[in-house]
């Protein structure tokens, strides 16, 4: 390309980009809080499919539905919430705090609401996306933009379970992610299929109201014992004291958030396959089940894992092993085998009546988009991950210039790696803004090798037990999506300055100097800060 810079701008002139974020979980609003907050002259929009923002805190209002690590640890580190109630935070209480934070970030401005994205394509002439998107009304829009961030989250998609004649179940059907408040349990015979966190937090919940309840627990969990957890479903409050002092001692409340965070990220050897650690957890925590449990044999059968503690994320579940005993549940493994129009047919128990059948059944975790995203080559992401999911440090695919992901695959999806996800992006932003770069594609080298080392990694991890889980798509021994590898705070550091070497750079007028600009920089423009690097050293 001819070389035809422009010599009217200063040193690293921020010129105008536009950015588009989709979602508005807690990646989309982390990173538009970012954004704002770091890069000037960055025309910002944000389409959201949903009727408000949380992401799957809007979605997921089941009951009993609440965050199961601290609540002090599932907040933005940046903004403590010195009000939660709960020591683990109810959906409703964290959709609170998210829509707190965007009309306390100002955010609400760059939002669409009700805006589906449909489509999303490069082009290589012009370096920008272009994207479709569904209007509430149905109709299509488009828009483009130099940068493409992907907030669609990693467990939006629910679904339901492949059973033979479920459409044909007369009673009431309900997945836990789209609840219908509107359906009263009490009374009901109710089935419950899925034995992961949602299965776990529904079941003391309506235990106590319906007349019969089957869990259907298809393989066992580790439930291991917290704070709140195991005496009543109404105890693990903080009480207005405690509420009070965080808000009222800023510097006690910041060492209790400290504290909260540290016993969490403190315990990264427990994901080691052979680790001291891991042997005692899996043993404590197969013990306290146990006694929970009242050593009921057929229970502990059906509960209690033998493989690697973490192989698939552990449940504190609120109460519910206390639960399993009450004279009104039942806990089924083994296959489903028929649904009927009034009634199922399970592998363990024969034939039952329903009023009610709800699937805790979980999301689609391959990471496939769901929608095409079309790359330098024309590829859709779609198929190229229909093969196999490769990606770049959780947040770049190679072929797919000027896109980031927020909670991409090999996340671990919490909001420490998320909001680093995002800072990551913020900072590619910024460099391409500053130094004039048309597109910035990590190189297919910096993924393959990330690939590799990622699948090396994992072998000794806990993730690649005996377990099936989400973390591998639902598989016993596929690749390891979900978690990152190493810790929260090793996800931070690793991920805390971009290695630029890994990309491929194009630049707007083809000379990689050209944001040399006039010559001088903003300031000097401006007449201030003219003495800046004179210091006195001791
Ligand atoms: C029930 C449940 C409980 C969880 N509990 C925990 C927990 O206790 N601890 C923990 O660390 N993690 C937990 N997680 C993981 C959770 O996914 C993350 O912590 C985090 O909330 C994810 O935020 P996100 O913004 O990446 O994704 P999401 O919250 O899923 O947000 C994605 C957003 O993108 C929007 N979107 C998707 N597709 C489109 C489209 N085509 N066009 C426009 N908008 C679109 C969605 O509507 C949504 O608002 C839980 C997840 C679920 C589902």
């Not at 092993?321 to 549940?329: A, G, H, Q, S, W």
């Not at 947040?395 to 909001?415: C, D, E, K, L, R």
């Not at 991890?461 to 978690?483: E, R």
Request: proline share 5%; aromatic share 14%; charged share 25%.
């Amino acid at each position: 390309m001819l070389y035809s810079p422009q010599f009217d701008t200063p040193l690293n002139f921020p010129r105008k980009l536009r950015v588009i974020c989709v979602g508005a979980g807690i990646s989309g609003i982390g990173f538009a809080y970012q954004l704002t907050r770091n890069v000037e002259n960055v025309d910002l929009v944000i389409y959201e499919k949903n009727s408000d923002v949380g992401g799957c805190w809007f979605e997921n209002q089941y009951p009993g539905c609440q965050c199961d690590v601290p609540s002090h640890s599932y907040t933005f580190s940046w903004d403590g919430n010195p009000r939660w109630n709960k020591y683990w935070a109810s959906w409703s209480e964290i959709q609170h705090y998210l829509r707190g934070c965007v009309d306390k970030w100002y955010l609400n401005k760059f939002l669409k609401l009700n805006h589906r994205l449909v489509s999303a394509r490069w082009d290589i002439e012009e370096s920008k996306w272009h994207l479709e998107i569904a209007t509430p009304t149905g109709r299509i829009i488009r828009d483009s933009a130099d940068v493409f961030f992907d907030a669609t989250g990693a467990l939006n998609r629910w679904k339901w379970p492949t059973i033979k004649g479920l459409d044909k179940f007369k009673g009431h059907l309900v997945h836990s992610a789209a609840w219908d408040h509107s359906y009263d349990f009490t009374g009901k015979r109710v089935l419950l299929i899925g034995g992961g966190p949602s299965g776990v937090q529904i079941t003391p919940q309506l235990a106590p109201i319906v007349t019969h309840l089957t869990h259907h627990i298809r393989s066992p969990l580790y439930v291991p014992e917290m704070r709140g957890q195991n005496d009543s479903p109404e105890n693990g409050y903080y009480s207005e004291a405690e509420k009070d002092k965080f808000t009222f001692d800023p510097e006690y409340f910041l060492q209790y958030r400290k504290h909260q965070t540290e016993a969490r990220f403190g315990s990264f050897l427990v994901s080691h396959k052979d680790s001291e650690l891991q042997r005692e957890t899996r043993k404590k925590v197969q013990e306290s089940m146990r006694q929970r449990l009242q050593y009921r044999e057929d229970l502990c059968k059906k509960l209690i894992p033998e493989w690697e503690y973490g192989c698939k994320r552990s449940v504190p579940g609120t109460y519910f092993l206390e639960t399993l005993l009450r004279p009104n549940v039942r806990v089924l493994a083994g296959e489903i085998l028929e649904i009927k129009e009034h009634s199922v047919i399970t592998e363990e128990a024969g034939e039952d009546q329903y009023d009610a059948i709800i699937c805790a059944t979980g999301f689609d975790t391959s990471y496939i988009p769901s929608f095409p995203i079309i790359g330098r080559h024309g590829i859709n992401l779609q198929d190229e991950w229909a093969g196999r999911v490769e990606h770049y440090l959780s947040v770049a695919v190679h072929g797919y210039p000027n896109y980031f992901m927020g909670s991409g695959p090999n996340n671990s999806t919490n909001v420490v790696t998320i909001q680093t996800g995002a800072a990551y992006a913020v900072q590619c932003i910024e460099k391409i803004q500053k130094e004039a770069i048309r597109s910035l594609e990590i190189t297919y080298d910096a993924v393959n090798d990330f690939t590799i080392h990622r699948d090396l990694f994992v072998k000794d991890m806990v993730w690649t037990g005996a377990c099936s889980s989400w973390y591998k798509n639902g598989t016993k021994d596929g690749p390891v999506l979900g978690p990152w590898v190493g810790s929260g705070l090793h996800y931070l550091a690793a991920l805390g300055k971009p290695r630029f070497e890994d990309y491929r750079i194009r630049y707007v007028h083809g000379n990689r100097f050209a944001y040399l600009g006039n010559g001088q920089t903003q300031d000097e423009i401006e007449g201030k800060n003219l003495s800046w690097f004179i210091r006195q050293d001791p």
